[in-house]
Protein backbone atom coordinates (compact mmCIF):
# COMPACT_ATOMS: atom_id res chain seq x y z
CA UNK A 1 0.00 0.00 0.00
CA UNK A 2 1.25 3.37 -0.83
CA UNK A 3 0.91 6.16 2.07
CA UNK A 4 1.13 4.21 5.35
CA UNK A 5 3.66 1.84 7.11
CA UNK A 6 3.16 -1.96 6.38
CA UNK A 7 3.83 -5.05 8.80
CA UNK A 8 5.65 -7.69 7.29
CA UNK A 9 5.15 -10.56 9.55
CA UNK A 10 7.13 -13.51 9.84
CA UNK A 11 4.37 -16.09 8.52
CA UNK A 12 4.12 -14.16 5.10
CA UNK A 13 1.65 -12.17 5.60
CA UNK A 14 1.76 -7.95 5.14
CA UNK A 15 -0.95 -5.86 7.00
CA UNK A 16 -0.98 -1.82 7.59
CA UNK A 17 0.35 -1.35 10.83
CA UNK A 18 -2.94 -0.29 12.65
CA UNK A 19 -4.23 -3.46 11.60
CA UNK A 20 -1.62 -5.73 12.74
CA UNK A 21 -1.22 -7.14 16.29
CA UNK A 22 2.50 -6.63 16.17
CA UNK A 23 3.85 -3.43 17.95
CA UNK A 24 5.70 -1.30 16.25
CA UNK A 25 8.41 -1.40 18.93
CA UNK A 26 9.06 -4.51 18.93
CA UNK A 27 9.59 -4.66 15.20
CA UNK A 28 12.60 -4.23 12.87
CA UNK A 29 12.25 -0.67 11.40
CA UNK A 30 13.50 0.44 7.95
CA UNK A 31 13.69 3.96 7.60
CA UNK A 32 14.29 4.83 3.89
CA UNK A 33 15.22 8.74 2.89
CA UNK A 34 12.05 10.08 2.27
CA UNK A 35 10.70 8.28 5.42
CA UNK A 36 13.98 10.21 7.49
CA UNK A 37 11.65 13.02 7.50
CA UNK A 38 8.34 13.62 9.37
CA UNK A 39 8.42 9.88 10.32
CA UNK A 40 7.74 8.62 14.37
CA UNK A 41 7.62 5.48 15.31
CA UNK A 42 7.35 4.37 19.34
CA UNK A 43 10.99 2.52 19.48
CA UNK A 44 12.10 0.51 22.30
CA UNK A 45 13.32 2.66 24.70
CA UNK A 46 16.99 0.45 24.53
CA UNK A 47 16.29 0.33 20.30
CA UNK A 48 19.90 0.04 18.16
CA UNK A 49 19.62 1.74 14.84
CA UNK A 50 22.09 0.97 11.68
CA UNK A 51 23.00 4.07 9.99
CA UNK A 52 24.60 3.70 6.32
CA UNK A 53 26.34 6.64 5.01
CA UNK A 54 26.59 7.52 1.25
CA UNK A 55 28.69 9.24 -0.88
CA UNK A 56 28.88 13.33 -0.55
CA UNK A 57 25.92 13.18 2.37
CA UNK A 58 25.46 16.18 4.13
CA UNK A 59 24.19 17.14 7.60
CA UNK A 60 20.47 17.53 7.31
CA UNK A 61 20.01 14.00 5.73
CA UNK A 62 22.38 12.70 8.84
CA UNK A 63 20.44 14.68 11.49
CA UNK A 64 17.12 13.36 9.97
CA UNK A 65 18.48 9.80 10.03
CA UNK A 66 19.49 9.52 13.36
CA UNK A 67 16.82 11.90 14.90
CA UNK A 68 14.47 9.16 14.40
CA UNK A 69 15.37 7.68 17.46
CA UNK A 70 14.01 10.38 19.81
CA UNK A 71 16.03 8.89 23.11
CA UNK A 72 19.63 8.75 21.54
CA UNK A 73 20.69 10.94 24.43
CA UNK A 74 19.45 7.91 26.88
CA UNK A 75 19.64 4.27 26.11
CA UNK A 76 19.18 3.93 22.72
CA UNK A 77 22.02 3.53 20.75
CA UNK A 78 23.82 4.02 16.86
CA UNK A 79 25.87 2.10 14.80
CA UNK A 80 27.55 4.03 11.66
CA UNK A 81 28.55 1.82 8.91
CA UNK A 82 29.43 2.99 5.12
CA UNK A 83 31.34 1.86 1.92
CA UNK A 84 34.72 1.78 1.64
CA UNK A 85 35.33 4.77 -0.44
CA UNK A 86 32.83 6.53 1.82
CA UNK A 87 35.47 6.25 5.38
CA UNK A 88 38.65 7.08 2.49
CA UNK A 89 37.21 9.95 1.87
CA UNK A 90 36.39 10.49 5.45
CA UNK A 91 40.09 10.06 6.43
CA UNK A 92 41.30 12.34 3.74
CA UNK A 93 39.67 15.30 5.03
CA UNK A 94 39.99 15.02 9.22
CA UNK A 95 43.62 13.81 9.15
CA UNK A 96 46.54 16.29 7.11
CA UNK A 97 49.63 15.10 6.96
CA UNK A 98 51.31 16.57 9.51
CA UNK A 99 48.77 15.29 11.83
CA UNK A 100 49.76 11.39 10.64
CA UNK A 101 53.16 12.23 10.86
CA UNK A 102 52.87 13.40 14.64
CA UNK A 103 50.73 9.94 15.12
CA UNK A 104 52.78 8.26 13.70
CA UNK A 105 56.11 9.80 15.88
CA UNK A 106 53.72 9.20 19.02
CA UNK A 107 52.98 5.48 18.41
CA UNK A 108 56.28 4.10 17.29
CA UNK A 109 55.49 4.46 13.63
CA UNK A 110 52.11 3.62 13.32
CA UNK A 111 48.98 5.24 12.41
CA UNK A 112 45.53 4.36 13.89
CA UNK A 113 42.51 4.99 11.23
CA UNK A 114 40.10 4.52 13.18
CA UNK A 115 36.93 7.08 12.84
CA UNK A 116 34.71 8.63 14.77
CA UNK A 117 31.79 10.57 14.90
CA UNK A 118 33.34 13.70 15.65
CA UNK A 119 34.85 12.83 12.03
CA UNK A 120 32.03 11.87 10.74
CA UNK A 121 29.78 15.08 11.54
CA UNK A 122 32.86 17.24 10.17
CA UNK A 123 32.78 15.22 6.98
CA UNK A 124 28.98 16.19 6.44
CA UNK A 125 29.48 19.33 7.28
CA UNK A 126 32.36 20.25 4.51
CA UNK A 127 29.91 18.16 1.99
CA UNK A 128 26.73 20.83 3.03
CA UNK A 129 29.22 23.65 2.52
CA UNK A 130 30.61 22.26 -0.94
CA UNK A 131 26.56 21.11 -2.01
CA UNK A 132 25.48 24.71 -0.74
CA UNK A 133 28.28 26.70 -3.03
CA UNK A 134 28.37 24.25 -6.04
CA UNK A 135 24.10 24.58 -5.77
CA UNK A 136 24.49 28.61 -6.05
CA UNK A 137 25.57 28.54 -9.97
CA UNK A 138 22.25 26.57 -10.31
CA UNK A 139 20.45 28.95 -8.30
CA UNK A 140 21.58 32.03 -9.84
CA UNK A 141 21.45 30.39 -13.38
CA UNK A 142 18.02 30.05 -12.70
CA UNK A 143 17.56 32.91 -11.04
CA UNK A 144 18.89 34.65 -13.97
CA UNK A 145 16.96 33.38 -16.82
CA UNK A 146 14.06 34.38 -14.85
CA UNK A 147 14.85 37.89 -14.45
CA UNK A 148 15.90 38.14 -18.10
CA UNK A 149 12.60 37.01 -19.86
CA UNK A 150 9.79 37.32 -17.29
CA UNK A 151 7.44 39.18 -19.56
CA UNK A 152 9.30 39.04 -22.41
CA UNK A 153 8.95 35.23 -23.95
CA UNK A 154 10.95 36.10 -27.15
CA UNK A 155 13.92 36.14 -25.19
CA UNK A 156 13.88 32.85 -23.75
CA UNK A 157 13.96 31.33 -26.86
CA UNK A 158 17.96 30.51 -27.11
CA UNK A 159 20.25 29.29 -30.19
CA UNK A 160 19.52 25.39 -31.03
CA UNK A 161 22.83 22.95 -30.94
CA UNK A 162 23.20 20.60 -33.38
CA UNK A 163 27.26 19.79 -34.08
CA UNK A 164 28.54 17.42 -31.95
CA UNK A 165 31.34 19.82 -31.59
CA UNK A 166 29.30 22.43 -29.89
CA UNK A 167 28.07 19.70 -27.20
CA UNK A 168 31.53 17.87 -26.62
CA UNK A 169 34.72 19.77 -28.04
CA UNK A 170 35.19 22.63 -24.75
CA UNK A 171 36.97 21.39 -21.97
CA UNK A 172 35.50 21.48 -18.30
CA UNK A 173 37.37 24.57 -16.25
CA UNK A 174 37.92 24.60 -12.97
CA UNK A 175 36.98 28.05 -12.22
CA UNK A 176 34.95 29.64 -8.87
CA UNK A 177 31.54 30.24 -8.19
CA UNK A 178 31.88 34.04 -8.52
CA UNK A 179 33.29 33.41 -11.81
CA UNK A 180 30.95 30.98 -12.99
CA UNK A 181 28.18 32.95 -12.49
CA UNK A 182 29.46 36.15 -14.27
CA UNK A 183 29.68 34.41 -17.00
CA UNK A 184 26.82 33.12 -16.83
CA UNK A 185 25.31 36.28 -16.22
CA UNK A 186 27.28 38.14 -19.33
CA UNK A 187 25.10 35.58 -21.31
CA UNK A 188 22.37 35.88 -20.16
CA UNK A 189 22.55 39.93 -20.46
CA UNK A 190 23.76 39.22 -24.32
CA UNK A 191 21.13 37.40 -25.27
CA UNK A 192 18.52 40.37 -24.16
CA UNK A 193 20.67 43.31 -25.53
CA UNK A 194 21.67 44.34 -22.16
CA UNK A 195 20.81 44.57 -18.56
CA UNK A 196 19.22 47.89 -19.83
CA UNK A 197 16.42 45.76 -21.29
CA UNK A 198 15.14 44.32 -17.93
CA UNK A 199 12.30 45.75 -15.95
CA UNK A 200 13.12 48.17 -13.36
CA UNK A 201 11.57 45.83 -10.85
CA UNK A 202 13.56 42.53 -11.99
CA UNK A 203 16.95 44.73 -12.08
CA UNK A 204 16.96 44.55 -8.22
CA UNK A 205 16.91 40.91 -7.86
CA UNK A 206 19.61 40.34 -10.05
CA UNK A 207 21.75 42.73 -7.85
CA UNK A 208 20.62 40.44 -5.33
CA UNK A 209 21.65 37.25 -6.99
CA UNK A 210 25.21 38.77 -7.71
CA UNK A 211 25.32 40.23 -4.05
CA UNK A 212 24.91 36.28 -2.57
CA UNK A 213 27.33 34.69 -4.73
CA UNK A 214 29.71 37.00 -3.84
CA UNK A 215 29.11 36.59 0.26
CA UNK A 216 28.79 32.98 0.26
CA UNK A 217 30.76 31.60 -3.23
CA UNK A 218 34.06 33.92 -3.05
CA UNK A 219 36.20 30.62 -1.98
CA UNK A 220 34.67 27.91 -3.74
CA UNK A 221 35.42 26.40 -7.07
CA UNK A 222 33.00 24.61 -9.10
CA UNK A 223 33.15 22.40 -12.92
CA UNK A 224 32.42 24.89 -15.84
CA UNK A 225 31.45 23.44 -19.53
CA UNK A 226 29.25 25.65 -21.70
CA UNK A 227 26.63 22.69 -22.57
CA UNK A 228 22.98 21.90 -22.00
CA UNK A 229 21.82 20.19 -18.90
CA UNK A 230 21.61 16.75 -20.19
CA UNK A 231 25.08 16.82 -21.54
CA UNK A 232 26.46 18.12 -18.71
CA UNK A 233 24.71 15.65 -16.43
CA UNK A 234 26.89 13.00 -18.98
CA UNK A 235 29.49 14.52 -18.37
CA UNK A 236 29.68 14.56 -15.20
CA UNK A 237 29.00 11.62 -14.75
CA UNK A 238 31.93 10.06 -16.81
CA UNK A 239 34.40 12.33 -14.48
CA UNK A 240 32.78 10.64 -11.21
CA UNK A 241 33.47 7.21 -13.06
CA UNK A 242 37.24 8.53 -13.84
CA UNK A 243 38.35 10.23 -10.96
CA UNK A 244 40.52 8.68 -8.72
CA UNK A 245 42.10 9.36 -5.35
CA UNK A 246 45.98 10.46 -6.57
CA UNK A 247 48.65 10.55 -3.63
CA UNK A 248 52.14 11.53 -3.81
CA UNK A 249 54.12 9.18 -2.53
CA UNK A 250 57.46 10.34 -1.33
CA UNK A 251 61.13 10.18 -2.82
CA UNK A 252 63.10 7.25 -1.72
CA UNK A 253 66.17 5.10 -2.50
CA UNK A 254 66.70 1.68 -2.26
CA UNK A 255 68.54 0.34 0.64
CA UNK A 256 71.43 -1.67 -0.25
CA UNK A 257 70.98 -5.72 1.19
CA UNK A 258 73.08 -7.14 3.69
CA UNK A 259 75.22 -10.19 2.64
CA UNK A 260 75.27 -13.07 5.08
CA UNK A 261 76.52 -16.55 4.90
CA UNK A 262 73.94 -18.21 2.59
CA UNK A 263 74.94 -21.98 2.46
CA UNK A 264 74.20 -21.97 6.20
CA UNK A 265 70.43 -22.35 4.82
CA UNK A 266 71.30 -26.04 3.76
CA UNK A 267 71.80 -27.40 7.54
CA UNK A 268 70.08 -25.01 9.41
CA UNK A 269 67.00 -26.26 11.66
CA UNK A 270 65.32 -22.81 11.99
CA UNK A 271 65.28 -19.59 10.26
CA UNK A 272 66.55 -18.41 13.61
CA UNK A 273 69.87 -20.66 13.71
CA UNK A 274 70.92 -18.32 10.71
CA UNK A 275 73.95 -16.22 10.62
CA UNK A 276 71.61 -12.97 10.34
CA UNK A 277 68.87 -11.48 11.67
CA UNK A 278 65.39 -12.43 10.90
CA UNK A 279 62.06 -11.13 12.09
CA UNK A 280 59.15 -12.91 13.16
CA UNK A 281 55.92 -11.33 11.23
CA UNK A 282 54.08 -10.69 13.71
CA UNK A 283 56.65 -8.64 14.89
CA UNK A 284 57.32 -6.90 11.43
CA UNK A 285 53.44 -5.94 11.15
CA UNK A 286 53.34 -4.21 14.59
CA UNK A 287 56.41 -1.74 13.74
CA UNK A 288 56.17 -1.59 10.52
CA UNK A 289 52.48 -1.30 8.73
CA UNK A 290 50.19 0.62 9.92
CA UNK A 291 47.08 1.02 10.94
CA UNK A 292 47.40 -0.85 14.43
CA UNK A 293 44.15 -2.91 13.10
CA UNK A 294 46.85 -5.19 10.60
CA UNK A 295 48.56 -6.21 13.99
CA UNK A 296 45.40 -7.24 15.98
CA UNK A 297 45.00 -10.04 12.93
CA UNK A 298 46.73 -13.09 14.60
CA UNK A 299 49.55 -14.06 12.25
CA UNK A 300 51.59 -17.16 12.96
CA UNK A 301 54.76 -17.16 15.17
CA UNK A 302 56.59 -19.76 12.94
CA UNK A 303 56.63 -17.44 9.66
CA UNK A 304 59.53 -14.93 9.66
CA UNK A 305 61.63 -12.44 7.31
CA UNK A 306 65.12 -11.92 6.69
CA UNK A 307 66.05 -8.14 7.29
CA UNK A 308 66.64 -7.69 3.79
CA UNK A 309 62.93 -8.84 2.79
CA UNK A 310 61.82 -5.98 5.23
CA UNK A 311 64.29 -2.97 4.67
CA UNK A 312 63.73 -2.35 1.33
CA UNK A 313 63.83 1.83 1.27
CA UNK A 314 65.53 5.10 3.04
CA UNK A 315 64.40 8.74 2.57
CA UNK A 316 66.50 11.35 0.68
CA UNK A 317 68.21 12.40 3.99
CA UNK A 318 69.68 8.50 4.38
CA UNK A 319 67.64 7.44 6.97
CA UNK A 320 65.69 3.78 6.64
CA UNK A 321 61.87 4.45 6.39
CA UNK A 322 59.90 3.01 9.63
CA UNK A 323 56.37 2.67 7.48
CA UNK A 324 56.49 0.24 4.51
CA UNK A 325 53.39 -0.16 3.85
CA UNK A 326 54.03 1.52 0.17
CA UNK A 327 57.40 -0.51 -0.05
CA UNK A 328 56.26 -3.90 0.41
CA UNK A 329 58.40 -6.58 -1.57
CA UNK A 330 56.44 -9.00 -3.40
CA UNK A 331 56.21 -12.86 -1.63
CA UNK A 332 58.20 -14.51 -3.84
CA UNK A 333 60.41 -17.11 -2.59
CA UNK A 334 60.01 -19.11 0.66
CA UNK A 335 62.56 -21.22 2.49
CA UNK A 336 61.01 -23.98 4.65
CA UNK A 337 62.24 -25.60 7.59
CA UNK A 338 61.78 -28.74 9.95
CA UNK A 339 60.53 -27.32 12.62
CA UNK A 340 57.92 -25.98 10.33
CA UNK A 341 58.84 -22.87 10.20
CA UNK A 342 58.68 -21.08 7.01
CA UNK A 343 61.23 -17.69 6.10
CA UNK A 344 60.74 -15.00 3.48
CA UNK A 345 63.51 -13.67 1.37
CA UNK A 346 64.49 -11.08 -0.91
CA UNK A 347 64.77 -11.71 -4.63
CA UNK A 348 68.43 -10.77 -4.36
CA UNK A 349 68.85 -13.69 -0.98
CA UNK A 350 66.71 -15.95 -3.40
CA UNK A 351 69.12 -15.92 -6.39
CA UNK A 352 71.96 -16.44 -4.02
CA UNK A 353 70.47 -19.00 -1.96
CA UNK A 354 69.27 -21.24 -5.06
CA UNK A 355 73.02 -21.13 -6.55
CA UNK A 356 73.94 -22.56 -3.09
CA UNK A 357 71.13 -25.49 -3.20
CA UNK A 358 72.53 -26.17 -6.94
CA UNK A 359 76.22 -26.25 -5.91
CA UNK A 360 76.00 -28.05 -2.79
CA UNK A 361 77.35 -31.54 -2.83
CA UNK A 362 75.99 -35.17 -3.99
CA UNK A 363 75.06 -36.49 -0.82
CA UNK A 364 74.53 -33.59 1.58
CA UNK A 365 71.78 -34.23 2.88
CA UNK A 366 69.87 -30.67 3.10
CA UNK A 367 67.22 -29.84 5.78
CA UNK A 368 65.16 -26.96 4.47
CA UNK A 369 63.56 -26.53 1.13
CA UNK A 370 63.58 -23.65 -1.28
CA UNK A 371 60.07 -23.14 -3.34
CA UNK A 372 58.78 -20.92 -4.83
CA UNK A 373 55.38 -19.94 -2.95
CA UNK A 374 53.28 -19.13 -6.17
CA UNK A 375 53.54 -22.41 -7.26
CA UNK A 376 52.99 -24.07 -4.10
CA UNK A 377 49.99 -21.62 -3.25
CA UNK A 378 48.45 -22.74 -6.81
CA UNK A 379 48.62 -26.55 -6.30
CA UNK A 380 47.31 -26.59 -2.91
CA UNK A 381 44.27 -24.87 -4.42
CA UNK A 382 43.57 -27.41 -6.95
CA UNK A 383 44.16 -30.34 -4.90
CA UNK A 384 46.74 -31.67 -7.18
CA UNK A 385 49.22 -32.18 -4.53
CA UNK A 386 50.36 -35.21 -5.62
CA UNK A 387 50.24 -35.58 -8.79
CA UNK A 388 52.23 -32.53 -10.23
CA UNK A 389 56.10 -31.29 -9.37
CA UNK A 390 56.70 -28.29 -8.72
CA UNK A 391 59.76 -26.13 -8.92
CA UNK A 392 61.67 -26.98 -5.85
CA UNK A 393 65.11 -27.44 -4.53
CA UNK A 394 65.81 -30.17 -2.43
CA UNK A 395 64.70 -31.11 0.85
CA UNK A 396 65.26 -34.26 2.95
CA UNK A 397 61.81 -35.32 3.77
CA UNK A 398 61.38 -35.44 7.91
CA UNK A 399 59.61 -37.98 9.52
CA UNK A 400 56.16 -36.46 9.31
CA UNK A 401 54.70 -35.81 12.28
CA UNK A 402 51.41 -34.32 11.57
CA UNK A 403 48.86 -35.10 9.42
CA UNK A 404 49.28 -32.93 6.36
CA UNK A 405 50.09 -33.00 3.04
CA UNK A 406 53.60 -33.45 1.21
CA UNK A 407 54.10 -31.97 -2.51
CA UNK A 408 56.62 -34.62 -3.92
CA UNK A 409 59.52 -33.09 -5.79
CA UNK A 410 61.54 -34.31 -8.08
CA UNK A 411 64.74 -32.86 -8.82
CA UNK A 412 68.39 -34.95 -10.34
CA UNK A 413 66.38 -37.91 -10.10
CA UNK A 414 65.75 -38.10 -6.29
CA UNK A 415 62.07 -38.01 -4.81
CA UNK A 416 62.06 -34.72 -2.03
CA UNK A 417 58.97 -32.86 -1.20
CA UNK A 418 57.57 -30.13 0.82
CA UNK A 419 56.60 -30.64 4.14
CA UNK A 420 53.08 -27.65 4.49
CA UNK A 421 51.05 -29.73 7.01
CA UNK A 422 51.17 -26.52 9.20
CA UNK A 423 48.27 -24.87 8.02
CA UNK A 424 48.69 -21.99 10.09
CA UNK A 425 51.85 -20.82 8.62
CA UNK A 426 50.58 -21.32 5.22
CA UNK A 427 47.77 -19.20 5.59
CA UNK A 428 49.76 -16.52 7.48
CA UNK A 429 51.90 -16.36 4.48
CA UNK A 430 49.10 -16.20 1.76
CA UNK A 431 47.21 -13.52 4.05
CA UNK A 432 50.03 -11.68 4.37
CA UNK A 433 50.71 -11.66 -0.02
CA UNK A 434 47.31 -10.04 -0.16
CA UNK A 435 45.75 -13.55 -1.29
CA UNK A 436 41.61 -13.31 -1.12
CA UNK A 437 40.48 -16.55 -2.61
CA UNK A 438 41.23 -19.74 0.08
CA UNK A 439 39.78 -23.31 -1.44
CA UNK A 440 40.45 -25.43 1.59
CA UNK A 441 38.13 -25.46 4.54
CA UNK A 442 41.06 -26.06 6.51
CA UNK A 443 42.72 -22.91 5.57
CA UNK A 444 39.09 -21.00 6.05
CA UNK A 445 38.74 -21.80 9.86
CA UNK A 446 42.39 -20.93 10.36
CA UNK A 447 41.87 -17.04 8.65
CA UNK A 448 38.69 -17.02 10.64
CA UNK A 449 40.71 -17.53 13.62
CA UNK A 450 43.20 -15.01 12.46
CA UNK A 451 40.73 -12.23 12.17
CA UNK A 452 38.85 -13.03 15.32
CA UNK A 453 42.74 -12.10 16.71
CA UNK A 454 42.74 -10.50 20.32
CA UNK A 455 39.42 -10.61 21.01
CA UNK A 456 38.52 -13.97 20.31
CA UNK A 457 36.09 -14.98 23.00
CA UNK A 458 35.56 -11.61 24.11
CA UNK A 459 34.00 -10.07 21.69
CA UNK A 460 36.73 -7.29 21.28
CA UNK A 461 38.74 -5.91 18.64
CA UNK A 462 36.70 -8.30 16.28
CA UNK A 463 35.82 -5.52 13.93
CA UNK A 464 39.60 -4.02 14.00
CA UNK A 465 41.47 -7.73 12.88
CA UNK A 466 38.45 -7.59 10.69
CA UNK A 467 39.28 -4.36 8.98
CA UNK A 468 43.12 -5.13 9.33
CA UNK A 469 42.30 -8.34 6.49
CA UNK A 470 40.96 -5.35 3.53
CA UNK A 471 43.83 -2.99 4.22
CA UNK A 472 46.80 -5.73 4.02
CA UNK A 473 45.25 -6.91 0.34
CA UNK A 474 44.55 -2.90 -0.35
CA UNK A 475 48.71 -2.08 0.48
CA UNK A 476 49.17 -5.06 -1.84
CA UNK A 477 47.07 -3.36 -4.72
CA UNK A 478 44.43 -6.55 -5.07
CA UNK A 479 41.43 -4.40 -3.66
CA UNK A 480 39.82 -5.20 -6.75
CA UNK A 481 39.66 -8.61 -5.78
CA UNK A 482 38.59 -8.77 -2.56
CA UNK A 483 34.54 -8.33 -3.67
CA UNK A 484 32.45 -11.66 -3.29
CA UNK A 485 35.62 -13.19 -2.39
CA UNK A 486 36.41 -16.04 0.24
CA UNK A 487 38.16 -13.38 2.19
CA UNK A 488 35.11 -11.23 2.03
CA UNK A 489 33.01 -13.72 3.60
CA UNK A 490 35.21 -14.82 6.06
CA UNK A 491 35.54 -10.80 7.21
CA UNK A 492 31.38 -10.85 7.02
CA UNK A 493 31.06 -13.69 9.13
CA UNK A 494 33.77 -12.29 11.68
CA UNK A 495 31.48 -8.74 12.11
CA UNK A 496 28.32 -10.82 12.33
CA UNK A 497 30.26 -13.22 15.24
CA UNK A 498 31.07 -9.61 16.85
CA UNK A 499 27.47 -8.31 16.73
CA UNK A 500 26.30 -11.44 18.09
CA UNK A 501 28.83 -11.49 21.04
CA UNK A 502 28.29 -7.67 21.83
CA UNK A 503 24.13 -8.21 22.41
CA UNK A 504 25.12 -11.35 24.26
CA UNK A 505 27.51 -9.28 26.77
CA UNK A 506 25.46 -6.53 26.59
Known amino acids: SIGQWMMLEQSGRCLPKNQSPINERDAFVIFDEP ?10 FDAKALLTLGPGMCKDKLMQAAGRLRQLDQEQSLCIIGAKDVFVKIRSIT ?14 GTLRQEVSIGNVLEWTIKNTVEATANGL ?7 LSFATTIGKPDYAVEREKLELSEFYEEKFSNDTVVKAVNTTMKHHLSRIGGKSNISTNYQGMIDKIEAQVQTYGYDFTTLQKNVDEECE ?21 PLKEIKWDFESVLTAKSPTSLPTIVLALPKVVRSRLYPTSIAHIKWSDLVYCTKNFVNTV ?6 KETIINKFLRLIDVCISFPDGSCLLVSENEADSILQCFWDSPDGIMCSSCYFHYSLVSRAIDKGSLGQRCLLALPAKSQASQDIGCKIPIHTQGQKWCIDISNVNVLTSVRLFAGETTYCTDSQK ?17 LGVANGGAERVVEMRGLIHLLPYSDLEQICIQCASAQLINCDKNS
Open 35 to 44: RCRGSDLKLR
Open 95 to 108: TSSKEQHAKRQKTN
Open 137 to 143: TIWSSQG
Open 233 to 253: RELELELEEEEEMEEEAPTMR
Open 314 to 319: MNMDGC
Open 445 to 461: DVLKAMLLGEGQGSGIG
